[in-house]
């Protein structure tokens, strides 16, 4: 076979990385030839993720933790769920990496190297709370189409980057500015290049927050590839798709922004409750912004068996979206009472907060433990399923354990 094009260096360098170890051979592979080393990968190596992880899809990647997964302050990345929408980019090349800035908004388009980021704004550091929107679709009847999250599509890393407003400043914003849209590097799935896997974006109040980071270290380290290296956007507290990974490219629009997955239903809710499988027409849904409250029980693990007359010590996170968590409540009786734990304050704004208990049983036999956050607008979770919407987002029914008293 004639060789016509060879597989270029730098994918050649990522699948080394995939794979572990030197492609001896590598510069005799053909375009398009797929290892036999990838092509049943193991993704729990592949990404460094716990084995306890849970794969919902392969193509494209999505996984997400359990509940006992989540239990560190700072979620480290073995526990962070993936969503992807497209291919994961292949021979990211960060010396060249450049981000441009523009749309109509925009006073002078500019393009920036990732040393320009670097150097000349001023770096931050936040923890920041990041869930899917469909994080516990799983639970919604009629069901709701999509990957069937149960509990963990949600974590809060720290994140160190440049204020996303300080750019944006940068190139100058005009006065008609209504919405930013971000532009990325992965791949649609159907291999054409034309089309985005995802192209969504936020309103400007939220893409001037202080939080609102270009980030490209997380948990101290360079972003592992498949949450974005080498620059991802991170906005806390809104639905996770909004903080776009691999971002090469960010619109200052004058209108709200009109890319893939910000048009139909994709992350939207009916502006109006229905009921359930109720079809409901594209203009009558609403866009997800701050995400509802709603907290965790990360230990013990569902299922525990204690012995009778120990008292269990639970803990977990609760989270608000742009709000805080003003209270914490548990329950043994399903919902019937309610019992307060500490809860703590947050390290920084849109971070999670955690919460402590220490309970009795008055006998032996099952129980479930329920966690019930507020938030400081007065809002509770709901004991069991909110509101149905056709696409199953924003679940947050309050979370339950077993546990057995012998």
């Not at 991802?232 to 776009?244: C, I, K, N, T």
């Not at 893939?260 to 594209?282: F, I, L, S």
């Not at 299922?303 to 009778?308: L, V």
């Not at 608000?320 to 399903?334: H, P, R």
């Amino acid at each position: 076979m004639k060789r016509r094009d060879f597989v270029r260096k730098t994918t050649l360098s990522s699948l080394a990385t995939l794979i572990g170890a030197e492609i001896v051979f590598g510069s005799n592979l053909l375009e398009g030839y797929n290892l036999l080393a990838v092509q049943d990968p193991d993704p729990f190596k592949m990404f460094n993720k716990n084995k306890e992880m849970i794969v919902l899809n392969d193509k494209p990647w999505n996984i997400e933790a359990q509940a006992h997964l989540l239990d560190n302050k700072i979620t480290p990345n073995t526990a962070m769920f993936i969503r992807n929408n497209g291919l994961v980019p292949e021979g990211i090349d960060a010396k060249n990496w450049t981000l441009t800035i523009d749309g109509e908004s925009v006073v002078t388009q500019k393009t920036y190297t990732l040393d320009d980021l670097k150097s000349k704004f001023e770096q931050h550091t936040y923890q920041l709370t990041l869930e899917c929107g469909g994080n516990g679709r799983n639970e919604f009847n009629p069901p709701a189409k999509g990957n069937q999250w149960t509990v963990g599509a949600v974590h809060c890393a720290t994140w160190t980057g440049i204020r996303l407003r300080d750019v944006l400043e940068d190139a100058g914003i005009k006065n008609n500015a209504v919405y930013i849209g971000y532009h990325s590097a992965d791949l649609h799935l159907s291999g054409d290049p034309k089309k985005e896997p995802i192209s969504r974006g936020a309103p400007m109040i939220k893409s001037l927050q202080d939080e609102t980071l270009l980030a490209f270290k997380m948990n101290g380290k360079d972003i592992p590839l498949i949450h974005g290296y080498p620059l991802r956007l991170v906005a806390g507290g809104w639905p996770a798709s909004v903080s776009g990974k691999w971002v090469n490219r960010i619109s200052i629009r004058n209108k709200v922004h009109d890319g893939t997955k910000m048009t139909g239903t994709a992350y939207r809710v009916p502006c109006e409750p229905v009921a359930p499988g109720e079809k409901v027409k594209d203009e009558d849904m609403c866009i997800i912004e701050s995400m509802p409250v709603k907290s965790i029980i990360t230990y013990p693990k569902s299922g525990a068996i204690i012995q009778d007359g120990t008292s269990l010590k639970i803990r977990g996170h609760a989270w608000a979206g742009e709000l805080e968590v003003s209270k914490m409540e548990y329950s043994i009786d399903f919902g019937a009472t309610w019992k307060d734990c500490p809860i703590e304050k947050p390290v920084n704004r849109l971070a999670w907060q955690h919460f402590s208990a220490s309970i009795d049983f008055p006998k032996k036999g099952y129980y479930e433990i329920w966690a019930r956050a507020t938030d400081t607008q007065g809002i509770a979770q709901p004991m069991l399923l909110p509101g149905w919407n056709p696409k199953g987002y924003l679940n947050n029914a309050c979370h339950r354990i077993a546990i057995k008293v012998t």
